[in-house]
């Protein structure tokens, strides 16, 4: 069982920067995706940034030059630098670890959200 945490959400003002935090309690080994899912009130969770074990990054075109995935596999955290923050990037985000335990296997997790408001 792995255990997500995710820290680092709070308020800035439209053009600042955060830096979003996620500790996984257990190792995460073998394929994995780690990814940030963004969630506003009465809307679908909606995929931001991933990064696959082998370093293939993904992101969601309203966050493409502006946000950063980054792992440290030591510390068994992902991160998601937030640069020129816009107030649509205002959600709750949360952090999401996939392994890949073979065909059709799959284990997902879940942080609980930390809040990002973003003012104008």
């Known amino acids: 069982q792995v255990q997500l945490v995710e820290s680092g959400g709070g308020l800035v003002q439209a053009g600042g920067s955060l830096r979003l935090s996620c500790a996984a309690s257990g190792s995460i080994a073998g394929p994995n995706v780690m990814a940030w899912y963004r969630q506003v009130p009465e809307n679908e969770r909606e995929l931001v940034a991933s990064?696959?074990?082998?370093?293939?990054?993904y992101y969601a075109d309203p966050v493409k030059g502006r946000f950063t995935i980054a792992r440290d596999n030591d510390k068994n955290t992902v991160f998601l630098q937030m640069n020129s923050l816009k107030p649509e990037d205002t959600a709750v985000y949360y952090c999401?670890?996939?392994?890949?335990?073979?065909?059709?296997?799959?284990?997902?997790?879940w942080g609980q959200g930390t809040q990002v408001t973003v003012s104008s």
């Open positions: 999401k670890a996939v392994r890949i335990l073979g065909v059709g296997r799959r284990s997902e997790y």
């Open positions: 990064m696959g074990s082998g370093g293939d990054t």
